[in-house]
Structure formats: structure tokens, C-alpha cells
């Protein structure tokens, strides 16, 4: 633990206050603000997510560390297809360079899991997924989900039409069409309920990111763009959804 704390001295004594019996398992992070970090000090937007990208290995380490199972984190949404190309063509670039950098990767007990509608991806980032996913699967620690050409209306659709299929071909009752059955077959799999959804840059919505999952998160908000997000943040996020009562429609 007195490694952990030297490491990463940002989160400081916040971090002493952190219950480790009552970590979140599943962590979901809408990575916000990389366009307005880069503005304001003169860059072109693809310097803010190539920030944003760094802050993302930083923070998963940071909760691997700390204990938290599962991170799932907002790269690319089904919507943002509708960016410049030249924007969509730098994040595609970064995705291939984060995929590729296995050094960053294997040096932490990280898993990765790329989630989202792989079709649309070209062969060259297929190829790297299938070559991270293997590199990383008996990995143990902290499971990072990295949601790309994601939308959570879409993950929903796609279960349904997998269990419509099975009903089609005989093999489901429409009675087992139930929402265990749908919770199995969303991206994020046996995984746990996302228990706390964190969005920086000061923008208070969900834009269809984990709608399965996330019926009894918790919310935790902040002005801070993504690339400026420090340790400190996400411990003071886990403090906060630690003083939270969570009752999920009981009393
Ligand atoms: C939203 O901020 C962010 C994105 C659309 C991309 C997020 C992606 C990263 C942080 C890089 C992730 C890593 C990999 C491996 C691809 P915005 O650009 O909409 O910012 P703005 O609202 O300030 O304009």
C-alpha cells in the first residue's frame, strides 16, 4: 500500500479516506473535454484525445491498483462518425497507436477489451484488437473495456436480435427472453452493472453510453476536461460515491 500512496502522491491523503470494502466493482468514464482542452491552448483537437489517451492508462492503473475490477471507458460513439474526417481519421490513428503500444500494456495487469460494433472498423484495428485481446486475456487485474463504434441503444438491439434468433431456430422460449438473458448478451458480458458512471467537462447527460447497465448508477460530475483529470479527481469520485446511499427502489 505505502508503494501505492508514493506512486501516486496526486490522490495524497484523499486517498488514506478511500473504504477498500466498499470500491465500486464496475467504473464507467465518458471521457469529456478533449476538444475544449486542446482550444484553449491552441492546439488542434487531436492533441486533446492523444492527452485524453494517456490519462486513460494513468487512471486505470490508478483503480487497478486500488482494486476496482472493471473500468469501461467512452472512446468513439456510433454519432461520432459524424465528425470531420480528419478528426475521426486522427482518433482511428490513436486507437491503432494505443492497440499497438503493447509495452504500456503488458507492463500493467491490465486486460483490454475492445467493445462496440467492430464492422465498421477497418481490417488493420481488427487485426491489433484480436492481437490485444490475446496478448492481455489471462491477465487478472483491473478490466479495462474500451468502448469504440459504441452506442447503447445499438448493444441493446444486438442482444435482442441474438435471443429473436434463438427463438426463430427453436432453441429459446420467448419466456427466457428475460434481462439476465439480455445482461449476458450486452458487450460488457457476466460483468457487473456499472456502479458509478464519472463525466467530466461539465455536460450533465449520458449520451447513449451503457443505457443496459447503467438502471442504478450512481452520477458523479465535474468542470474538469479529461486530459486535466488527475488521480485526485477519481479518488475524490470514489469518496463521493462512497457517502452516496444507494437503495436500487428499496428503503
Ligand atoms: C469527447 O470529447 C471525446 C471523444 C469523442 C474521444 C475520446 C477519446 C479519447 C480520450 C482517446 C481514447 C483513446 C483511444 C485509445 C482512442 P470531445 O472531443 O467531444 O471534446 P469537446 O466536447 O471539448 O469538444
Redesign the pocket.
Given at each position: 500500500m505505502s508503494r501505492f500512496l508514493n506512486r501516486f502522491r496526486r490522490a495524497g491523503k484523499l486517498l488514506t479516506e478511500v473504504d477498500p470494502n466498499r470500491l465500486p466493482k464496475h467504473v464507467g468514464i465518458i471521457?469529456?473535454?478533449?476538444?475544449?482542452?486542446a482550444k484553449k491552448r491552441g492546439l488542434p483537437?487531436s492533441a486533446?484525445?492523444r492527452a485524453?489517451?494517456q490519462v486513460?492508462k494513468t487512471i486505470t492503473e490508478f483503480a487497478g491498483n486500488m482494486g476496482i475490477p472493471y473500468i469501461t471507458a467512452y472512446?468513439?460513439s456510433t454519432e461520432?462518425w459524424k465528425r470531420p474526417k480528419e478528426e475521426v481519421d486522427a482518433?482511428m490513428q490513436?486507437?491503432l497507436e494505443?492497440l499497438r503500444d503493447k509495452e504500456q500494456i503488458a507492463g500493467r495487469d491490465i486486460k483490454i477489451r475492445i467493445i462496440g460494433d467492430r464492422s465498421a472498423l477497418s481490417d488493420e484495428i481488427n487485426a491489433e484488437i484480436d492481437a490485444v485481446h490475446e496478448y492481455t486475456k489471462d491477465r487478472t487485474g483491473t478490466t479495462l473495456y474500451?468502448a469504440i463504434n459504441y452506442g447503447g441503444r445499438q448493444e441493446i438491439v444486438q442482444a435482442v436480435q441474438d435471443l429473436c434468433r434463438k427463438a426463430q431456430a427453436g432453441s429459446l422460449n420467448p419466456d427466457e427472453l428475460t434481462e439476465d438473458a439480455i445482461s449476458e448478451r450486452v458487450y460488457t458480458e457476466h460483468v457487473p452493472d456499472v456502479d458509478l458512471i464519472i463525466r467530466p467537462?461539465g455536460e450533465l447527460r449520458l449520451s447513449n453510453f451503457l443505457l443496459w447497465q447503467s438502471a442504478y448508477s450512481e452520477f458523479w460530475f465535474s468542470d474538469i476536461?479529461?486530459p486535466d483529470f488527475t488521480t485526485r479527481d477519481f479518488t475524490q469520485a470514489i469518496l463521493d460515491y462512497q457517502n452516496r446511499d444507494r437503495r436500487f427502489g428499496g428503503r
Open positions: 471521457m469529456d473535454g478533449n476538444g475544449r482542452w483537437r486533446g484525445h485524453g489517451a486513460i472512446a468513439f461520432n482518433l490513436l486507437l494505443y474500451m467537462s476536461n479529461w
